[in-house]
C-alpha cells in the first residue's frame, strides 16, 4: 500500500506533467520576435502557487514541466558559450531560490531587473542550490512542451 503523502506528491507530479503537454502551441509558431512577446493576463492568472516546483525538489526530481511565481533577486552575465541564455535567479519562496537559463537564441531578451515579480512555465532541473529552470521559450521543432515567462503582462518565449 502506498502512504497517502508520497500518493498526494506523486498526483501532483502527475498533473504537472500532464499541463505542461497540453501546453503545446496549436498552431506553428514564427520565431520572429514580434512573435515572441504577447500580453496575456490568462497565463498569469493561472499560476497559482509553487507546489509542483517544490515538490520536485524535495525529490530531487528533474525534467518535470512546472508553473511558477517569484522575485527576480539576482541578474547574472548571459552565457554566450555556444547556445546563449539569459541568466538570472528568482526567489520562489523563503528558502529556494531558481536560476533561469531563458535562452536568447530563441527568444527574446526579457528586460528583467531585481525586484520584478515574474510568472513563468518551463523545464525543471533538480539541484542542491534550488533548482534551474530551462525551456522558457517555444520550441522551434514541437518536441517539447512551450515555456513562458510573464513581466508587466507581457509573455516573453
Known sequence: ????????????ILLALAFGACSKPSEPVSIAPSSQLESSAKSDAAVSDNSSIESAYQHKQSDVQVSGRGKVVKLLVDDTQGARHQKFLVRINPQQTLLFAHNIDLANK????????????????????????????????????SGWVMLHGNKYQ
Request: negative net charge; hydrophobic residues 35%.
Open 110 to 145: 526579457i528586460p528583467l531587473q531585481v525586484g520584478d515579480e515574474i510568472t513563468f512555465s518551463g523545464e525543471y532541473v533538480y539541484n542542491p542550490k534550488g533548482g534551474i529552470m530551462h525551456w522558457t521559450h517555444l520550441d522551434p521543432h514541437g518536441h517539447h512542451p
Open 1 to 12: 500500500m502506498i502512504p497517502r503523502q508520497v500518493f498526494n506528491k506523486s498526483i501532483l
